[in-house]
Nanobody, 127 residues
Framework: VQLQASGGGLVQAGGSLRLSCADS????????LGWFRQAPGKEREFVAA????????YYADSVKGRFTISRDNAKNTVYLQMNSLSPEDTAIYYC?????????????????????WGQGTQVTVSS
C-alpha cells in the first residue's frame, strides 16, 4: 500500500476543499480507510473513516455534517469533501489504511489501529 494525498491548499473560512488519497497497490478495495489531521502543537486526531465497501462511515463530532468521506475502489482513491471550513480546521491532513474492518470496531478513531499512512497535505483556512 502506497498512499498519496493531495488537494490541500489555502481557502477562506466558509469555503470548500476536496482531498484525495490514491493508492498504487492492488489491494485497495480490501482496506478500511481513514482521514486524520494534526494541527501545530496538537496530537493527530481522527476525522473520518470508511469501510472497504463504502457502506459504513464514521465522523468526528467536530466535522459531522460538514465533511464527507467517500471512496472509488475502481480508481483506488478515497476522498474527503470538506465544506463550511473554519480556521479550526487548519491542519495537515493524512490518509491511512488498515487491514481490519471498521464496522462495529471500537478503535476506528485510533491512529494506532491503522497500518499504512500517506504523507500529509496542508489545509489552511483563513478567517
Amino acid at each position: 500500500v502506497q498512499l498519496q494525498a493531495s488537494g490541500g491548499g489555502l481557502v477562506q473560512a466558509g469555503g470548500s476543499l476536496r482531498l484525495s488519497c490514491a493508492d498504487s497497490g492492488r489491494t485497495f478495495s480490501s482496506y478500511s480507510l481513514g482521514w486524520f489531521r494534526q494541527a501545530p502543537g496538537k496530537e493527530r486526531e481522527f476525522v473520518a473513516a470508511i469501510s472497504w465497501s463504502g457502506s459504513t462511515t464514521y465522523y468526528a463530532d467536530s466535522v459531522k455534517g460538514r465533511f464527507t468521506i467517500s471512496r472509488d475502489n475502481a480508481k483506488n482513491t478515497v476522498y474527503l469533501q470538506m465544506n463550511s471550513l473554519s480556521p479550526e480546521d487548519t491542519a495537515i491532513y493524512y490518509c491511512a489504511a488498515r487491514d481490519t474492518p471498521i464496522r462495529y470496531s471500537r478503535n476506528y478513531h485510533s491512529p494506532a489501529s491503522y497500518d499504512y499512512w500517506g504523507q500529509g497535505t496542508q489545509v489552511t483556512v483563513s478567517s
